[in-house]
């Protein structure tokens, strides 16, 4: 397939706010697709190639502006070369190399081809063409059950993946995918109540459980061999021997678990965030330690448990891992809930979360099955821009331009984000000097006093609440926000969405002026 017919899909995608038309539009390029093409053309189509990240900056795209091709000749498959030789460049000579071959892509692709190359390279491809759309095209173009694809790809964390089986293989090939062990689940994701009695009215009788303010681990065993991943289904079992070694010392064969972890302090208290993500991150063991916190059980020895309660599942859970639960009490009672939220809090930790006993888990959805329950507002939002710092900060890049994605455009282009408010506070001397080399390698443009940077670093954001805004289009401001960590556990695709900001706004949605004090 040539490239231009991806790019062809993608205007579609862009320039309409239908969702059935943008699965048609995806559905005739995936049909199109020979059977060694769809896994890299599924990258393609979410700017997440299969190479990973490719190691090449905006800056060095944007100056390969000499000649492009007339006609557009670049195929898939070239493209998919290109971005492996990429990654398989390093050593003596490495730059020129690199500059070598993308002055090759640029000149074999068309201008317009060579524009969007850039975005997906960079990762500010937004054409609202988000996982849920494109499962739903797959579905449309293999003529399968779209519950059957996406359960797929829920278990076998990989869209490429589904998608090729989906197309090239039969119904059963399709049911066929399971869970195996070693190989990483989409995660299960919750939603926000305001309070615990809101979330028990949602759920019922519930399972009322710490909110740890710690890393997301899936940990999967099987025999000796042990792997943990993050919830970006990253694997990190060579940073963490210490969650290796206590899932070894279960009375269990083959397992997977889900949960957190986080370093504790001499009196067994949570360590700060931060200190939890830089062991988290490092490469090899340090001094501190990470405790793990199991919360869910997906596989127990030959037996999967997703479609189970979770009533079942914690009984499993408690079984094989009872001695690593994070604290939970079972109930339906408002003001027991509420007590051990309180205790929760007393214990130094983020709040609690509200899960109803009925339900399976669901992966890689964020519906009312789970519930978090926060005293203070927190969003994970996405950072658009950095502004250059003055005075003390000078030389450093300082405030933070948020965005909170708007997947079908409602506000802007469809699948991007909206602007809905900056921050400087928060920010440490040590955190300053690191974000601002950061970003300078993830530059795509220029913005007044700074620069605008790929949409994919999740930064999480304590506010007072927000306000009626006329100055960002979403129509809503933050108040008051201020920096309490990056979530660098976390994809851009799991930010918090302009609607949840916007019903935090008292009464309609219409905007009024007087939002300047949205800027922190």
């Known amino acids: 397939m040539l490239f231009g017919d991806i790019e062809t899909a993608l205007a579609a995608v862009t320039n309409t706010r239908s969702r059935l038309a943008k699965v048609d539009a995806l559905a005739e390029v995936l049909r199109s697709l020979a059977p060694d093409e769809i896994v890299p053309a599924v990258g393609l189509l979410t700017a997440s190639p299969r190479q990973g990240r490719l190691g090449v900056g905006w800056r060095t795209l944007s100056s390969r502006g000499g000649s492009h091709a007339d006609t557009p ?16 460049i390093g050593g003596t000579g490495s730059a020129a190399a690199r500059t070598a071959l993308l002055d090759d892509l640029a000149g074999r692709a068309t201008a317009s081809e060579w524009h969007l190359l850039i975005r997906i390279m960079t990762g500010e491809l937004r054409t609202g063409a988000l996982e849920g759309v494109l499962l739903d095209a797959v579905a449309r173009a293999s003529d399968r059950d779209g519950a059957a694809v996406r359960r797929a790809a829920m278990l076998s964390g990989e869209l490429g ?6 197309l090239t293989g039969s119904a059963d090939d399709l049911a066929a995918v399971g869970l195996v062990v070693g190989r990483g689940v989409q995660p299960m994701l919750a939603s926000t109540a305001a309070s615990v009695a809101e979330a028990l009215a949602v759920a019922g009788r519930a399972s009322v459980e710490y909110k740890l303010d710690g890393a997301r681990v899936q940990v999967h065993r099987h025999a000796d061999e042990v792997r943990v991943f993050t919830r970006t289904l990253a694997d990190v079992t060579h940073r963490v021997p210490e969650i290796v070694e206590v899932v070894r010392s279960l009375p269990v064969g083959d397992v997977i678990l889900d949960g957190e972890t986080l370093s504790l302090d001499d ?3 949570p360590r700060p965030f931060q200190d939890t993500m830089a062991r988290f991150g490092a490469e090899a063991a340090r001094e501190i330690a990470l405790r793990p916190w199991f919360f869910d059980v997906l596989h127990v020895d030959g037996r999967d448990l997703v479609d189970e309660p979770l ?6 859970l408690e079984r094989v891992a009872g001695a690593w639960r994070v604290p939970a009490t079972v109930t339906d009672d408002t003001e027991v809930a509420e007590t051990f939220a ?12 509200v899960k109803g006993l009925d339900d399976p888990y669901t992966a890689g959805r964020r519906g009312k099955s789970w519930l978090k329950v926060k005293p203070v507002h927190t969003f994970d939002l996405v ?12 030389g450093w890049f300082s405030n933070l331009h948020l965005g909170a994605r708007d997947p079908d455009g409602r506000f802007g282009e469809p699948g991007g984000f909206v602007m809905v408010g900056k921050t400087f506070k928060g920010l440490t001397d040590e955190i300053l000097t690191w974000q601002t080399a950061y970003f300078a390698e993830r530059e795509v443009g ?8 790929t949409p994919d670093t999740v930064v999480e954001i304590a506010i007072d609440g927000v306000q009626r805004s006329v100055r960002y289009p979403g129509g809503v401001a933050l108040r008051f926000a201020r920096v309490k960590a990056y979530r660098s556990d976390k994809t851009a695709a799991e930010a918090d969405m302009i609607d949840t900001l916007r019903s935090l706004l008292p009464g309609g949605s219409t905007p009024a002026r007087g939002d300047e004090a949205a800027e922190g």
Not at 161 to 166: I, K, L, Y
Not at 311 to 316: F, I, P, V
Not at 447 to 453: L, Q
């Open 73 to 88: 000749t670049l195929t898939v498959g070239a493209v998919d070369e290109a971005f492996s030789r990429l990654t398989g």
């Open 161 to 166: 993946e589904t998608a090729r089986v989906a």
């Open 267 to 269: 009196d067994g208290g």
């Open 311 to 316: 009533s079942a599942r914690l009984d499993e």
């Open 342 to 353: 309180r205790d929760a809090l007393a214990a130094g930790h983020e709040g609690v979360m």
């Open 383 to 394: 950072v658009l821009g950095v502004e250059r710092g003055s005075g003390r900060r000078a």
């Open 446 to 453: 220029q913005i007044p006093g700074g620069i605008r940077v």
